[in-house]
């Protein structure tokens, strides 16, 4: 891998300041020190629980917030170092789509109106019947057709809603599209055929994805890497099979496990099981230690730093390389 | 299996009353037995009306839906019940845990009371006493330091400590059925795993039925001795979890299980189910689920398959189902 990445992640931290009627602000460290890079044509997922700042990674990637520490760069330009009018002009390059598809969409406009929302940012935008043009195509891209630009969302099903997200993501023709729990909220068979479509558009126009999730199924199926974050940090990182097949940082295993599978049945063996989460104590070490089957006396001491374990592979754990021998697991 | 089911669901139907007098038919033809202590999942999509049957059991039904058909709970249909009588079996021989503890639970009452409550008006405790209860419960739903926990009100806690409190709530009255209606959808994965461990754990101890809504087939497996599907407002197919989930017979199980996201080889799809769950006043004539069936006939079209129970203790909704038990 000489070619530069598309998406280039530097030591980025965010603390979020809550002011308290009395008493000192206290800071909340969302996101500490995560570096990770996406190539071109890559879809990277990133993988967590609530609260482990994955959705503070997805709007600082897309420059919607501004980090405490570290850069984001995007096709060689340093995104907070750059002027707001040349951000603006950025931003036809990368687009998000939101989780919620029935709060993203504004109901009162038709749904050629908010497909063709980004266009009005371009340098050279557009004249009326290009744009038509543009949004009938982008609709047909994906799944949907040229004549529901006329209707409004509250006719479509989630389903429906969320293609209808990615067509205004897309219609910029941006090279990274950051797709936060884009999928969490619909149902099975219409999942499914989501999954497909963001695939096909991967396949047919090399659009790269950031894709955010909390459910390591969705994510074993569509990325290529995968990285799992835990409070805030990056814990490990790797191509997703290897990842969810060897995982070489426990709480990766942990979450392996914890998920439900339909070729498992009945209860896991308790071994399988994750011990509860202690209160989080702010003292140094590795912040997974209270939950951590293999925590040792140095978890406690000493932060495990990010570091490369295998070709490819990345895990911040101090027994990563026990984690690494052990037999890999039969599911 | 004793004689009687604890639960024995027969021809539900629950419809709702739409302006001009028409009705629209939600629910049609349900039927399931639950046997004392047993565990039934019951997966769909949304819109498949499982939610209703749940609440239908519970004789919650919001006042525009009529149910016919029975609801027997050891024998006594529900249905037929006045809601005083509802009331005394709510809480006391049914529990329910809600999807979102968040709602479900009363904001300006401490989780101890709210949880005490059922005790006081049901086995007419008093506070004091019913308080201390609570306290234990607490401690069985494995909530860390239970006795100040007690004290403290709803927005104090994380997600899973509520959903928690949800099951000692409906825990406290010791109810021989169990009704949690997607009781971990709203959690993350590690706790989703340790409540659905103490659901199981307290079930088995005091000996409940339990009757689990998802739309999760993982969290069924994981639960559920039996598992019905339903689709549109009807079963489509119960059985043995194991044995539906490894040898589905109707084609909207197949469809379900293959949509599933799992690995793929490179370049490769996931299956899917062409179009959407169709509303319920869009239903195609004859098989619900015709017009997204891969496998339909003509027959399909000409009127609704009836359901088929083989020896084996399945049951599905499918001709070509019918026609394969025939040959």
């Not at chain 1, 990445?5 to 809550?18: E, G, H």
């Not at chain 1, 982008?138 to 099903?157: D, Q, T, W």
């Not at chain 2, 993350?188 to 079930?203: G, M, P, Y």
């Not at chain 2, 101890?205 to 407002?233: K, N, T």
Request: overall charge negative; proline content about 6%.
């Amino acid at each position: 891998m000489n070619t530069t990445p598309l998406l280039d992640i530097r030591a980025l931290s965010r603390d979020y300041v809550s002011h308290s009627l009395f008493g000192a602000p206290h800071h909340t460290r969302a996101l500490d020190e995560v570096s990770l890079t996406v190539d071109a044509g890559e879809i990277f997922g990133v993988v967590g629980e609530s609260g482990c700042g994955k959705s503070t990674l997805a709007r600082l990637a897309m420059a919607l917030d501004s980090p405490t520490a570290g850069h984001v760069i995007f096709d060689g330009d340093d995104l907070f170092s750059l002027p707001p009018r040349e951000l603006m002009r950025r931003r036809e390059n990368f687009q998000m789509v939101f989780q919620d598809p029935f709060g993203s969409l504004d109901p009162r406009q038709k749904v050629g109106r908010i497909v063709a929302e980004p266009l009005h940012v371009l340098a050279r935008k557009p004249g009326r019947a290009e744009i038509k043009e543009r949004v009938a195509d982008m609709l047909e891209s994906v799944g949907l057709k040229a004549e529901h630009a006329e209707r409004h969302p509250h006719e479509f099903s989630g389903g429906q809603r969320q293609r209808i997200a990615i067509a205004r993501a897309l219609i910029t023709e941006p090279k990274l599209v950051v797709a936060d729990e884009a999928v969490s909220a619909l149902d099975l068979s219409v999942q499914a055929q989501v999954l497909n479509l963001l695939m096909d558009l991967r396949e047919r126009r090399g659009v790269t994805f950031l894709f955010i999730t909390h459910n390591l199924a969705v994510v074993d199926c569509i990325a290529d890497r995968v990285g799992v974050m835990y409070r805030g940090r990056l814990v490990e990182t790797g191509p997703a099979h290897a990842v969810f097949e060897q995982p070489l940082h426990p709480y990766t295993k942990v979450l392996a496990d914890a998920e439900p599978s339909i070729e498992r049945f009945g209860r896991p063996q308790p071994s399988e099981s994750a011990p509860p989460p202690a209160p989080f104590a702010e003292t140094g070490g590795c912040a997974f230690r209270d939950r951590c089957p293999l925590a040792i006396a140095r978890c406690v001491a000493e932060r495990p730093e990010l570091r490369t374990i295998a070709p490819g592979r990345q895990a911040a754990c101090h027994r990563a390389e026990d984690m690494a021998a052990r037999p890999v697991s039969a599911d | 299996m004793t004689d009687t089911p604890l639960l024995s669901v027969r021809d539900l139907s629950v419809s709702i009353r739409l302006g001009g007098g028409s009705r629209m038919p939600i629910l049609t033809d349900m039927a399931f037995d639950l046997d004392a202590g047993d565990t039934l999942g019951v997966v769909g999509e949304s819109g498949s009306g499982k939610s209703l049957l749940a609440l239908s059991i519970m004789g919650l039904l919001p006042g525009v839906a009529e149910a016919s058909g029975t609801i027997a709970l050891a024998g006594e249909n529900l249905l037929d019940a006045s809601e005083e009588r509802l009331c005394s079996i709510r809480g006391d021989r049914i529990g329910m845990i809600f999807q979102e503890p968040m709602t479900a639970l009363n904001p300006a009452m401490t989780i101890g009371d709210q949880i005490a409550e059922g005790l006081v008006w049901h086995r007419g405790l008093f506070w004091r006493d019913a308080r201390a209860k609570a306290v234990d419960l607490l401690d069985q739903v494995k909530m860390p330091d239970a006795r100040r926990r007690a004290g403290t009100y709803p927005h104090e806690m994380s997600g899973g400590q509520r959903q928690r409190v949800g099951i000692a709530i409906a825990l406290a009255l010791k109810p021989a059925l169990l009704i949690a209606d997607e009781p971990t959808t709203a959690l993350d994965v590690t706790v989703q795993a340790e409540v659905l461990d103490i659901l199981d754990d307290l079930a088995r101890e005091y000996g409940m039925a339990l009757l689990l809504v998802s739309h999760d087939l993982g969290v069924i497996a994981r639960m559920c001795r039996r598992m019905l599907v339903m689709y549109a407002g009807r079963r489509m197919e119960d059985g043995e979890t194991r044995d539906v989930l490894t040898g589905p017979r109707n084609p909207y199980t197949r469809g379900l299980i293959a949509a599933v996201p799992k690995r793929i080889s490179d370049g490769g799809r996931l299956a899917t189910i062409r179009g959407r769950v169709p509303g319920f006043d869009q239903l195609p004539p004859g098989c619900v689920f015709s017009n997204r069936c891969p496998d339909v006939i003509d027959a399909c079209h000409a009127g609704e398959p009836g359901w088929t129970s083989s020896a084996d203790g399945r049951g599905v909704r499918c001709i070509r189902a019918e026609e394969e038990e025939k040959q």
